[in-house]
């Protein structure tokens, strides 16, 4: 976009010529007035003055620039000035720094073009035409900076949010299988007692261990076994409820929460996790069969709290493999 462009004997024109040739002492002036105010919040990085320093000195070039000849930035121009609220935001600044930075500009600019003016005579209608677009250049690179500061402060802030969710994930869940760690383990259990306390419901807890883990590990080496326990995890839990938890207990043990759950429902569960590890296992080519003892606990009827009922459970689990050890 481009107004009429002035003669060669436009003051207007002059007046541009003078200003741009004081691009410099614009920017530098700016940069000492900006210094002398209280900054907010954390400091500026010297990357981040350096680029302010060439958007003052930029922004003084392209308002010369209108005045010799009466081009107007365009959409590209507009979007590199306006990228130090972009900056700014980067670099979790406040926004009132970047606004005093363009109002410093402005001023800064402003008292350069009435002293040029003063000097080569300009009359009044140039000189106040010529405030007028650094008033308003100021006014659009302002909003601009605050759009793009607004819009990188919100991706910052899904960016810190999608980080810690995933913190708060890998802080309550096993890193090999992704499943419930202990800590998340001892939270569902207690919400769920607390919830069959409440609704006079049951509650069964069934301690999972692995057959003959060991024996692989010792045979093919952790790296292998660690590609058995994730499978066993994936098949597990495919014969649990959405409502149901599982978590690696530690090792080859796993445990399951069946909120609400009698013990029919518990046998049940039991009878599926069984046939979920009957099918055979193979990792590279090595073939296996999986197995597992487990014990079960009901609240109220084995224990009433959670250390309780983990702890029934364990003995269960390991009576039945001891029994069945001793066929």
Request: hydrophobic content about 45%; glycine content about 8%.
């Amino acid at each position: 976009m481009s107004a009429e462009v002035p003669d060669e004997t436009d003051p207007r024109r002059a007046l541009g010529l003078a200003l741009g040739t004081r691009a410099d002492d614009v920017a530098q002036v700016a940069a000492t007035r900006v210094e002398t105010h209280q900054w907010i919040g954390k400091p500026a990085s010297d990357a981040y003055k350096q680029r302010r320093l060439a958007a003052h000195w930029v922004g003084t070039l392209m308002v010369a620039r209108w005045l010799v000849s009466g081009i107007l930035p365009d959409e590209n121009e507009s979007a590199w000035l306006a990228s130090t609220g972009q900056a700014a935001a980067a670099e979790q600044m406040s926004i009132v720094n970047v606004v005093r930075g363009y109002l410093i500009w402005r001023d800064v600019t402003s008292e350069i073009l009435v002293a040029e003016a003063h000097r080569l005579g300009s009359p009044n209608t140039v000189l106040a035409e010529a405030l007028g677009i650094v008033r308003g250049s100021t006014d659009v690179n302002m909003m601009h900076s605050a759009k793009r500061f607004d819009a990188n402060l919100r991706e910052i802030s899904r960016q810190l949010e999608r980080e810690g969710v995933a913190l708060r994930h890998d802080a309550l869940h096993d890193a090999l299988t992704a499943l419930p760690n202990r800590t998340l383990l001892y939270d569902r259990l207690e919400v769920a007692v607390r919830g069959a306390e409440r609704d006079d419901e049951c509650v069964a807890v069934l301690m999972v261990d692995l057959d003959g883990f060991k024996a692989v590990n010792d045979t093919y080496g952790h790296r292998f076994g660690d590609l058995v326990l994730h499978e066993a995890a994936i098949r597990l839990s495919s014969a649990l409820r959405e409502s149901d938890t599982i978590a690696r207990f530690g090792g080859d043990e796993f445990v399951v929460v069946l909120p609400g759950a009698g013990e029919d429902d518990a046998r049940g569960t039991w009878a599926r996790m069984l046939a979920s590890l009957a099918a055979p296992l193979i990792i590279g080519g090595v073939e296996l069969r999986l197995g597992a003892s487990i014990g079960v606990a009901m609240y109220p009827l084995h224990a009433k709290d959670v250390e309780g009922l983990l702890a029934a459970a364990d003995r269960a689990m390991y009576a039945e493999k001891h029994a069945r050890e001793g066929q």
